[in-house]
């Protein structure tokens, strides 16, 4: 066996073990069918969903539907939550309504995307090795599934766990109403900006984007700390491993494949440029600014 593909089979384990620590963990006070918790049947279904498409994807060495599949996972798998799980209740709709949305949002712009461009070159160099083509489909595994954790354990929980609203969960609506709203605005602008021919081989600070270098990403990150404020006041003892989902998509975009990517990305293309450096001088990388950077328009 290559190192490459011994890496990946390291990779792909460690995964499944990580996935089968949620799974267990997340189950305490979970409904149960047949004496399986329904949160470890969620964490088991995101998995094999991922397989079961890769096999196909693998025979036909695409990409293509890579990051719709993921997308369709937490629907799927939400709506699968409200329909076996015993009298959902209101938090249980709100959850599964905010997962669902959110993903409806996102695996179409994903798809569209990856098709306007014709290919994904993230995966050029391994698609034609079938297990470390794995490796990324397991891996997706994991996202879906600590993403989700907090929404679905919540859905999950037994009923006579479950509570009313209050203003926590109120306060979770509220943030996740505007990490949406921004995530969805700063992505349609991104959008229109590209499609501007006047705009070819120039970055956009205009908009959101005048405001941080990243914008859809902070949206991204204070929708799933709403989600998570939503379920919170139904968690109990091991459920608390639900704080891994914000705290997660917070350190994949801030830490490993968003941000520190496309700054690199970015600056290899622009870096040395004065318009450029002056924009990342003075635009923060992340959080907002309350008004435009001097050197971006609304």
């Known amino acids: 066996m290559s190192r490459t593909n011994r890496s990946a089979l390291i990779t792909i384990i460690v995964v499944l073990a990580i996935g089968a620590l949620v799974a267990l963990t997340g189950a305490q006070g979970s409904a149960e069918i047949d004496g399986i918790p329904l949160f470890t049947l969620a964490v088991v279904a995101a998995f094999t969903i991922q397989i079961i498409v890769y096999l196909p994807a693998m025979i036909l060495k695409t990409e293509r539907f890579f990051d719709l599949t993921g997308a369709s996972t937490f629907t799927l798998i939400s709506i699968v939550l409200l ?63 600590l993403t989700a954790s907090a929404a679905w354990i919540a859905m999950s929980s037994d009923a006579a766990l479950r509570e009313p609203l209050g203003w926590i969960s109120i306060a979770g609506i509220v943030l996740w109403v505007i990490g949406m709203t921004f995530e969805l605005t700063a992505d349609l602008q991104k959008s229109a900006f590209k499609a501007d021919p006047k705009n070819a081989g120039t970055f956009i600070r205009t908009g959101l984007w005048s405001r941080s270098r ?76 309350l008004t435009a950077s001097p050197h971006g328009k609304m």
């Open 83 to 145: 329909i076996f799980s015993p009298s959902p209740d209101t938090r249980s709709w709100v959850l599964a309504a905010m997962v669902i949305l959110w993903a409806a949002r996102l695996g179409p712009f994903l798809f569209l995307r990856i098709r306007k461009a014709g290919a994904d070159n993230r995966f050029d160099d391994i698609k034609g090795s079938p297990l470390v083509f794995l490796r990324v489909w397991i891996l997706q595994g994991l996202w879906v599934s």
């Open 214 to 289: 990243h914008p859809n990403y902070f949206g991204e990150i204070v929708l799933w700390v709403g989600v998570f404020l939503v379920a919170a006041p139904v968690l109990h003892g091991w459920q608390w491993i639900a704080l891994l989902s914000p705290v997660f998509v917070t350190l994949l975009l801030t830490r490993v494949s968003g941000i520190p990517m496309l700054e690199a990305s970015a600056d290899k293309r622009w870096g040395g440029q004065e318009d450029y450096e002056a924009y990342k001088k003075h635009t923060p990388v992340l959080i907002p600014r």
